[in-house]
T-cell receptor, first 110, second 115 residues
């Protein structure tokens, strides 16, 4: 299987830092994406990791460890508008398709 | 300007009444995908077109069909919608396939309700 696991929901405070974890099955792995999805809207691309390490993009950073089958999305200086679902998606060689996790619903509170 | 456009944004149909959802793209991408996303669940790939080649996922019900008359347009047909087909339907495109760096571009989705 290609189970992609992430927490169902998280809550954080405005201005704080939050880390959203994602684990996946490593066989056939060939890249990992993070998407943001606001309620009732389409997912929008946040980041892409294929090599180990940290990719930083403004307030958002994404980390990958291929040997551990693990990634996280780090959000700094949280804003109310960051309340959304964050989807971890893995590209597997077999079929060349993107498989999504169920998403982590993040609530940012004042 | 929107690059992947889905119409309508909200669609209501009756149980068993055929419905068609549409998607168009201005990116001239080779690949168009249809995903089904139920509340609080992962988007689930139904099928995709690589150019004119149709690729159905093994677990996509026969009730779901698709057409791609040209590069720009792709349609999702639900022949006899059931209550369990109520979901958000997402259209996405990518320039190519099999290359992970070719990220997906999503439309805004069509929220389908079945009464």
């Amino acid at each position: 299987g290609q189970n992609i696991d992430q927490p169902t929901e998280m809550t954080a405070t405005e201005g704080a830092i939050v880390q959203i974890n994602c684990t996946y099955q490593t066989s056939g792995f060939n890249g990992l994406f993070w998407y943001q999805q606001h309620a009732g809207e389409a997912p929008t691309f946040l980041s892409y990791n294929v090599l180990d390490g940290l990719e930083e993009k403004g307030r958002f950073s994404s980390f990958l460890s291929r040997s551990k089958g693990y990634s996280y999305l780090l959000l700094k200086e949280l804003q109310m508008k960051d309340s959304a679902s964050y989807l971890c998606a893995v590209f597997y060689n077999q079929g060349g398709k993107l498989i999504f996790g169920q998403g982590t619903e993040l609530s940012v509170k004042p | 300007d929107a690059m992947v456009i889905q119409n309508p944004r909200y669609q209501v149909t009756q149980f068993g009444k055929p419905v068609t959802l549409s998607c168009s793209q201005t990116l001239n991408h080779n690949v168009m995908y249809w995903y089904q996303q139920k509340s609080s669940q992962a988007p689930k790939l139904l099928f995709h077109y690589y150019d004119k080649d149709f690729n159905n996922e093994a677990d996509t019900p026969d009730n779901f069909q698709s057409r791609r008359p040209n590069t720009s347009f792709c349609f999702l047909d639900i022949r006899s919608p059931g209550l369990g087909d109520a979901a958000m339907y997402l259209c996405a495109t990518s320039r190519d396939m099999g290359r992970p760096e070719e990220k997906l571009f999503f439309g805004s989705g069509t929220q389908l309700s079945v009464l």
